[in-house]
Protein backbone atom coordinates (compact mmCIF):
# COMPACT_ATOMS: atom_id res chain seq x y z
CA UNK A 1 0.00 0.00 0.00
CA UNK A 2 1.26 3.73 -0.65
CA UNK A 3 1.26 6.55 1.76
CA UNK A 4 -0.90 9.25 0.23
CA UNK A 5 -2.48 12.72 1.96
CA UNK A 6 -5.74 13.54 1.63
CA UNK A 7 -8.31 16.39 2.85
CA UNK A 8 -11.80 15.88 3.70
CA UNK A 9 -14.67 18.78 4.04
CA UNK A 10 -16.84 19.56 7.08
CA UNK A 11 -18.46 23.41 7.73
CA UNK A 12 -18.15 25.32 10.60
CA UNK A 13 -21.31 26.47 12.42
CA UNK A 14 -19.37 28.72 15.13
CA UNK A 15 -20.10 30.96 17.95
CA UNK A 16 -17.99 33.80 19.74
CA UNK A 17 -16.91 33.41 23.25
CA UNK A 18 -15.83 36.14 25.42
CA UNK A 19 -12.51 36.64 24.29
CA UNK A 20 -13.51 36.79 20.54
CA UNK A 21 -12.39 33.29 19.19
CA UNK A 22 -14.77 30.89 17.25
CA UNK A 23 -15.63 27.65 19.37
CA UNK A 24 -17.79 24.96 17.95
CA UNK A 25 -17.67 20.68 17.85
CA UNK A 26 -18.43 20.82 13.70
CA UNK A 27 -18.48 17.55 12.00
CA UNK A 28 -15.00 17.18 10.09
CA UNK A 29 -15.00 13.92 8.11
CA UNK A 30 -17.43 10.66 7.13
CA UNK A 31 -17.06 7.35 6.51
CA UNK A 32 -17.70 6.26 2.40
CA UNK A 33 -16.79 6.60 -0.69
CA UNK A 34 -14.71 9.92 -2.03
CA UNK A 35 -14.59 10.90 -5.29
CA UNK A 36 -11.04 12.47 -6.58
CA UNK A 37 -10.13 13.41 -9.96
CA UNK A 38 -6.77 12.59 -11.20
CA UNK A 39 -4.45 15.09 -12.88
CA UNK A 40 -5.33 13.39 -16.45
CA UNK A 41 -8.88 14.10 -15.31
CA UNK A 42 -10.42 10.44 -14.81
CA UNK A 43 -12.63 10.16 -12.06
CA UNK A 44 -11.64 7.71 -8.72
CA UNK A 45 -13.27 6.50 -5.95
CA UNK A 46 -11.72 5.73 -2.47
CA UNK A 47 -13.82 4.00 -0.03
CA UNK A 48 -13.38 5.46 3.72
CA UNK A 49 -14.81 2.93 5.71
CA UNK A 50 -15.82 2.65 9.21
CA UNK A 51 -13.60 0.63 10.61
CA UNK A 52 -10.60 2.91 9.90
CA UNK A 53 -12.88 6.53 10.45
CA UNK A 54 -13.53 5.16 13.80
CA UNK A 55 -10.26 3.54 14.76
CA UNK A 56 -9.20 4.55 18.10
CA UNK A 57 -5.87 5.47 16.78
CA UNK A 58 -6.54 7.51 14.25
CA UNK A 59 -9.40 9.16 16.39
CA UNK A 60 -6.55 10.02 18.59
CA UNK A 61 -4.24 11.75 15.93
CA UNK A 62 -6.77 14.97 16.14
CA UNK A 63 -6.15 15.99 19.44
CA UNK A 64 -3.72 19.42 19.33
CA UNK A 65 -3.11 19.44 16.02
CA UNK A 66 -4.02 22.45 14.41
CA UNK A 67 -6.10 24.63 12.24
CA UNK A 68 -4.91 26.14 9.05
CA UNK A 69 -6.28 29.24 7.14
CA UNK A 70 -6.25 27.16 3.45
CA UNK A 71 -4.13 23.97 2.97
CA UNK A 72 -0.23 24.88 3.46
CA UNK A 73 0.38 21.29 2.57
CA UNK A 74 2.41 19.45 5.54
CA UNK A 75 2.34 21.28 8.87
CA UNK A 76 4.77 20.41 11.64
CA UNK A 77 6.91 22.39 13.93
CA UNK A 78 9.40 24.04 11.17
CA UNK A 79 6.02 26.13 9.44
CA UNK A 80 2.92 25.55 12.42
CA UNK A 81 3.86 29.11 13.55
CA UNK A 82 3.13 31.14 10.70
CA UNK A 83 0.02 28.71 9.16
CA UNK A 84 -1.71 28.13 12.53
CA UNK A 85 -5.08 29.74 13.31
CA UNK A 86 -6.10 27.48 16.06
CA UNK A 87 -6.62 24.38 17.33
CA UNK A 88 -8.49 21.19 17.39
CA UNK A 89 -9.02 20.11 21.59
CA UNK A 90 -9.54 16.76 21.99
CA UNK A 91 -9.53 13.59 20.05
CA UNK A 92 -12.39 13.28 17.57
CA UNK A 93 -15.52 11.43 18.52
CA UNK A 94 -18.42 8.62 15.79
CA UNK A 95 -21.39 10.67 15.52
CA UNK A 96 -23.61 8.41 13.55
CA UNK A 97 -21.38 7.74 9.91
CA UNK A 98 -19.76 11.73 10.99
CA UNK A 99 -16.81 12.70 12.97
CA UNK A 100 -17.29 15.28 15.24
CA UNK A 101 -14.28 17.23 17.28
CA UNK A 102 -13.71 20.56 19.52
CA UNK A 103 -12.31 23.14 17.91
CA UNK A 104 -11.06 26.79 18.95
CA UNK A 105 -10.10 29.38 15.89
CA UNK A 106 -7.95 32.23 17.65
CA UNK A 107 -6.37 34.44 14.65
CA UNK A 108 -8.21 37.57 13.76
CA UNK A 109 -8.00 36.98 9.86
CA UNK A 110 -9.63 33.00 10.11
CA UNK A 111 -12.24 34.55 12.66
CA UNK A 112 -13.25 37.24 9.77
CA UNK A 113 -13.47 35.31 6.85
CA UNK A 114 -15.29 32.54 9.00
CA UNK A 115 -18.19 34.85 10.12
CA UNK A 116 -18.33 36.73 6.65
CA UNK A 117 -18.77 33.05 4.88
CA UNK A 118 -15.65 33.35 2.60
CA UNK A 119 -13.93 30.73 4.79
CA UNK A 120 -16.31 28.71 6.32
CA UNK A 121 -15.60 25.55 5.24
CA UNK A 122 -13.64 22.93 7.06
CA UNK A 123 -11.50 19.98 5.36
CA UNK A 124 -9.14 17.66 6.96
CA UNK A 125 -5.44 17.05 5.70
CA UNK A 126 -3.99 13.67 6.42
CA UNK A 127 -2.16 10.75 5.72
CA UNK A 128 -3.39 7.36 4.39
CA UNK A 129 -2.02 4.04 3.75
CA UNK A 130 -3.98 3.71 0.20
CA UNK A 131 -5.02 -0.67 -0.17
CA UNK A 132 -5.28 0.02 -3.74
CA UNK A 133 -8.33 -3.00 -3.87
CA UNK A 134 -11.76 -2.23 -5.54
CA UNK A 135 -14.40 -3.56 -4.62
CA UNK A 136 -18.18 -2.47 -3.24
CA UNK A 137 -19.60 -0.65 -0.32
CA UNK A 138 -23.54 -0.36 -0.18
CA UNK A 139 -23.86 -0.96 -3.51
CA UNK A 140 -21.80 0.89 -4.84
CA UNK A 141 -18.39 0.42 -6.55
CA UNK A 142 -14.80 1.76 -5.60
CA UNK A 143 -10.90 1.90 -6.69
CA UNK A 144 -9.11 1.94 -3.52
CA UNK A 145 -9.44 1.73 0.47
CA UNK A 146 -7.83 4.34 2.77
CA UNK A 147 -6.34 2.77 6.02
CA UNK A 148 -4.52 3.77 8.97
CA UNK A 149 -5.97 7.47 8.65
CA UNK A 150 -3.39 9.82 10.66
CA UNK A 151 -4.51 13.68 10.94
CA UNK A 152 -1.86 16.77 10.08
CA UNK A 153 -4.54 19.68 10.41
CA UNK A 154 -7.66 20.77 9.66
CA UNK A 155 -8.27 24.12 6.93
CA UNK A 156 -10.51 26.64 6.74
CA UNK A 157 -11.44 26.56 2.99
CA UNK A 158 -13.33 28.54 0.65
CA UNK A 159 -14.48 26.01 -1.88
CA UNK A 160 -15.00 22.64 -1.51
CA UNK A 161 -15.21 19.14 -3.99
CA UNK A 162 -13.85 21.60 -6.60
CA UNK A 163 -10.90 18.97 -7.95
CA UNK A 164 -7.45 17.73 -7.08
CA UNK A 165 -4.49 19.80 -7.87
CA UNK A 166 -0.76 18.98 -7.88
CA UNK A 167 0.45 15.68 -6.57
CA UNK A 168 -1.42 16.21 -3.00
CA UNK A 169 -5.11 14.31 -2.94
CA UNK A 170 -7.47 16.27 -1.15
CA UNK A 171 -10.83 14.62 -0.01
CA UNK A 172 -12.53 18.46 0.09
CA UNK A 173 -11.56 19.15 -3.17
CA UNK A 174 -10.10 22.59 -2.38
CA UNK A 175 -6.20 24.19 -3.02
CA UNK A 176 -3.49 22.29 -1.90
CA UNK A 177 -0.01 22.79 -2.28
CA UNK A 178 2.47 19.82 -3.26
CA UNK A 179 3.08 17.80 0.08
CA UNK A 180 6.83 17.28 -1.09
CA UNK A 181 7.02 21.01 -1.47
CA UNK A 182 9.10 23.39 1.17
CA UNK A 183 8.07 23.44 4.75
CA UNK A 184 8.52 26.98 4.91
CA UNK A 185 6.88 29.20 1.45
CA UNK A 186 7.23 32.17 0.82
CA UNK A 187 4.38 34.19 3.04
CA UNK A 188 1.55 35.96 1.08
CA UNK A 189 -0.45 34.23 -1.52
CA UNK A 190 0.80 30.39 -3.36
CA UNK A 191 0.65 30.24 -7.07
CA UNK A 192 0.07 27.38 -8.36
CA UNK A 193 0.38 26.47 -12.51
CA UNK A 194 -2.55 26.46 -14.44
CA UNK A 195 -2.33 24.25 -18.01
CA UNK A 196 -4.73 24.47 -20.22
CA UNK A 197 -5.67 22.22 -22.45
CA UNK A 198 -3.47 23.98 -25.49
CA UNK A 199 -0.31 23.29 -23.70
CA UNK A 200 -0.01 26.92 -22.16
CA UNK A 201 0.59 27.19 -18.15
CA UNK A 202 0.16 30.24 -15.88
CA UNK A 203 0.56 31.13 -12.37
CA UNK A 204 -2.62 30.99 -10.67
CA UNK A 205 -4.32 31.65 -7.34
CA UNK A 206 -5.61 28.09 -5.58
CA UNK A 207 -8.75 28.57 -5.91
CA UNK A 208 -8.46 29.72 -9.51
CA UNK A 209 -6.49 26.29 -10.02
CA UNK A 210 -9.44 24.73 -8.29
CA UNK A 211 -12.72 26.57 -10.18
CA UNK A 212 -11.03 25.65 -13.23
CA UNK A 213 -10.68 21.97 -12.74
CA UNK A 214 -13.97 22.07 -11.56
CA UNK A 215 -15.44 23.63 -14.87
CA UNK A 216 -13.27 21.34 -16.72
CA UNK A 217 -14.79 18.10 -15.38
CA UNK A 218 -18.09 19.50 -15.50
CA UNK A 219 -17.63 19.88 -19.25
CA UNK A 220 -16.08 16.50 -19.39
CA UNK A 221 -19.12 14.63 -17.79
CA UNK A 222 -21.58 16.97 -19.98
CA UNK A 223 -19.33 15.37 -23.01
CA UNK A 224 -19.82 11.76 -21.42
CA UNK A 225 -23.61 12.33 -21.01
CA UNK A 226 -23.47 13.60 -24.94
CA UNK A 227 -21.69 10.72 -25.74
CA UNK A 228 -23.67 7.85 -24.03
CA UNK A 229 -27.04 9.77 -25.46
CA UNK A 230 -25.37 9.39 -29.19
CA UNK A 231 -24.64 5.47 -28.28
CA UNK A 232 -28.19 5.12 -27.40
CA UNK A 233 -29.51 6.86 -30.05
CA UNK A 234 -27.42 5.01 -32.39
CA UNK A 235 -28.55 1.53 -30.87
CA UNK A 236 -32.29 2.59 -30.95
CA UNK A 237 -31.69 3.58 -34.33
CA UNK A 238 -30.31 0.43 -35.05
CA UNK A 239 -33.18 -1.62 -32.96
CA UNK A 240 -35.59 -0.05 -35.03
CA UNK A 241 -34.38 -1.03 -38.38
CA UNK A 242 -33.79 -3.97 -37.01
CA UNK A 243 -37.26 -4.89 -36.61
CA UNK A 244 -37.99 -2.76 -40.37
CA UNK A 245 -36.02 -5.63 -41.91
CA UNK A 246 -37.78 -8.33 -39.86
CA UNK A 247 -41.30 -7.12 -41.02
CA UNK A 248 -40.29 -6.94 -44.69
CA UNK A 249 -39.07 -10.59 -44.04
CA UNK A 250 -42.28 -11.46 -42.38
CA UNK A 251 -44.41 -10.29 -45.37
CA UNK A 252 -42.07 -12.60 -47.55
CA UNK A 253 -42.45 -15.46 -46.03
CA UNK A 254 -45.82 -14.80 -45.23
CA UNK A 255 -46.59 -14.21 -48.91
CA UNK A 256 -44.39 -17.77 -49.80
CA UNK A 257 -46.55 -19.46 -47.42
CA UNK A 258 -49.80 -18.15 -48.48
CA UNK A 259 -48.85 -19.29 -52.52
CA UNK A 260 -47.57 -22.55 -51.44
CA UNK A 261 -50.69 -22.98 -49.44
CA UNK A 262 -52.77 -22.22 -52.34
CA UNK A 263 -50.61 -24.69 -54.54
CA UNK A 264 -51.10 -27.59 -51.80
CA UNK A 265 -54.81 -27.03 -52.23
CA UNK A 266 -55.14 -27.05 -55.72
CA UNK A 267 -52.72 -29.91 -56.08
CA UNK A 268 -55.22 -32.04 -53.32
CA UNK A 269 -57.93 -31.16 -55.21
CA UNK A 270 -56.62 -32.28 -58.92
CA UNK A 271 -55.46 -35.33 -57.04
CA UNK A 272 -58.82 -35.81 -55.36
CA UNK A 273 -60.88 -35.21 -58.95
CA UNK A 274 -58.46 -38.07 -60.74
CA UNK A 275 -59.05 -40.76 -57.86
CA UNK A 276 -62.89 -39.92 -57.74
CA UNK A 277 -62.87 -40.94 -61.76
CA UNK A 278 -61.88 -44.73 -60.72
CA UNK A 279 -64.19 -45.52 -57.86
CA UNK A 280 -61.25 -44.16 -55.14
CA UNK A 281 -62.42 -42.28 -51.68
CA UNK A 282 -59.99 -39.75 -50.73
CA UNK A 283 -61.41 -38.96 -46.96
CA UNK A 284 -58.60 -40.14 -43.97
CA UNK A 285 -55.83 -40.88 -46.93
CA UNK A 286 -52.90 -38.42 -47.23
CA UNK A 287 -51.82 -37.99 -51.26
CA UNK A 288 -49.54 -40.74 -51.12
CA UNK A 289 -52.28 -43.03 -49.86
CA UNK A 290 -54.35 -41.91 -52.41
CA UNK A 291 -52.07 -42.44 -55.08
CA UNK A 292 -51.28 -46.12 -53.70
CA UNK A 293 -55.14 -46.78 -53.54
CA UNK A 294 -55.51 -45.70 -57.77
CA UNK A 295 -52.32 -47.66 -58.95
CA UNK A 296 -53.41 -50.78 -57.09
CA UNK A 297 -57.08 -50.08 -58.72
CA UNK A 298 -55.43 -49.67 -62.49
CA UNK A 299 -52.23 -51.54 -62.03
CA UNK A 300 -53.12 -54.67 -59.56
CA UNK A 301 -49.83 -56.76 -60.45
CA UNK A 302 -47.37 -53.67 -59.83
CA UNK A 303 -45.51 -54.15 -56.31
CA UNK A 304 -45.32 -51.08 -54.58
CA UNK A 305 -43.73 -52.13 -51.14
CA UNK A 306 -40.65 -49.84 -49.91
CA UNK A 307 -40.82 -47.28 -53.06
CA UNK A 308 -40.46 -44.06 -52.27
CA UNK A 309 -42.46 -41.06 -52.93
CA UNK A 310 -40.89 -40.17 -56.20
CA UNK A 311 -41.64 -43.46 -57.67
CA UNK A 312 -45.03 -43.74 -56.12
CA UNK A 313 -45.89 -40.39 -58.27
CA UNK A 314 -44.39 -41.45 -61.53
CA UNK A 315 -46.52 -44.96 -60.94
CA UNK A 316 -49.36 -42.98 -60.01
CA UNK A 317 -49.46 -40.17 -62.99
CA UNK A 318 -48.67 -43.39 -65.78
CA UNK A 319 -51.44 -45.22 -64.48
CA UNK A 320 -53.46 -42.53 -64.64
CA UNK A 321 -52.27 -41.56 -68.01
CA UNK A 322 -52.75 -44.82 -69.83
CA UNK A 323 -56.06 -45.93 -68.10
CA UNK A 324 -57.89 -43.75 -70.96
CA UNK A 325 -55.46 -46.50 -73.43
CA UNK A 326 -56.52 -49.06 -71.46
CA UNK A 327 -60.09 -48.76 -71.73
CA UNK A 328 -59.80 -48.37 -75.59
CA UNK A 329 -57.69 -51.48 -76.06
CA UNK A 330 -60.43 -53.45 -73.98
CA UNK A 331 -63.19 -52.22 -76.34
CA UNK A 332 -61.46 -53.08 -79.37
CA UNK A 333 -60.50 -56.34 -78.07
CA UNK A 334 -64.38 -57.19 -77.13
CA UNK A 335 -65.57 -55.60 -80.81
CA UNK A 336 -63.07 -58.02 -82.16
CA UNK A 337 -64.07 -61.05 -80.75
CA UNK A 338 -67.57 -60.39 -81.36
CA UNK A 339 -67.08 -60.06 -84.94
CA UNK A 340 -64.76 -63.69 -85.01
CA UNK A 341 -67.86 -65.21 -83.31
CA UNK A 342 -70.58 -63.95 -86.07
CA UNK A 343 -68.38 -64.88 -89.18
CA UNK A 344 -68.65 -68.10 -87.48
CA UNK A 345 -71.73 -68.46 -88.18
CA UNK A 346 -73.10 -70.34 -91.41
CA UNK A 347 -75.41 -67.95 -93.25
CA UNK A 348 -77.65 -68.43 -96.31
CA UNK A 349 -77.53 -71.32 -98.81
CA UNK A 350 -74.71 -72.71 -96.46
CA UNK A 351 -77.10 -71.92 -93.43
CA UNK A 352 -79.92 -74.11 -94.83
CA UNK A 353 -77.36 -76.63 -96.08
CA UNK A 354 -76.57 -77.03 -92.06
CA UNK A 355 -79.37 -77.37 -90.77
CA UNK A 356 -80.61 -80.23 -93.66
CA UNK A 357 -77.42 -82.09 -92.70
CA UNK A 358 -78.51 -81.88 -88.63
CA UNK A 359 -81.66 -83.28 -89.32
CA UNK A 360 -80.57 -85.98 -91.41
CA UNK A 361 -78.20 -86.69 -88.08
CA UNK A 362 -80.86 -86.32 -85.61
CA UNK A 363 -78.97 -83.20 -84.00
CA UNK A 364 -80.22 -80.31 -82.69
CA UNK A 365 -80.41 -77.52 -85.76
CA UNK A 366 -77.87 -75.21 -85.45
CA UNK A 367 -79.60 -71.47 -85.22
Given at each position: MKQVTRYDVGEIRASVNEDGYLQDTPVVGRVGIQTYRNPDGSVRRELRPPEEVFKADSLATFKGKPITLGHPGAVNAKNAKRHQVGTMLDIAQQDGDNLKVPIIIHAD?????????????????????????????????????QRNIRINHLALVSKARAGDVATLNLDGDEEVLNIDADDN???????????????????????????????KQDAEDAKSKLSDATNTITTLTAERDTLKADAA???????????????????????????????????????????K???????????????????????????????????????????????????????????????????????????
Open positions: EAISRATTGKSKQLSLGYRLDLDETPGEWNGQPYDAVPPKGTTMQKLRLDSGLEYEAAPEVVVAYQALEFDNKLKVAREDAEKSIKSRTELEIKASKHGIKCDGLDDAAVKAVIIKLKPGLNLDGKDDAYISAAFDFAVDSAPMEKQRQIVNQDRAEARNDAAQPTGAAAARQKYIDRLHGNKESK
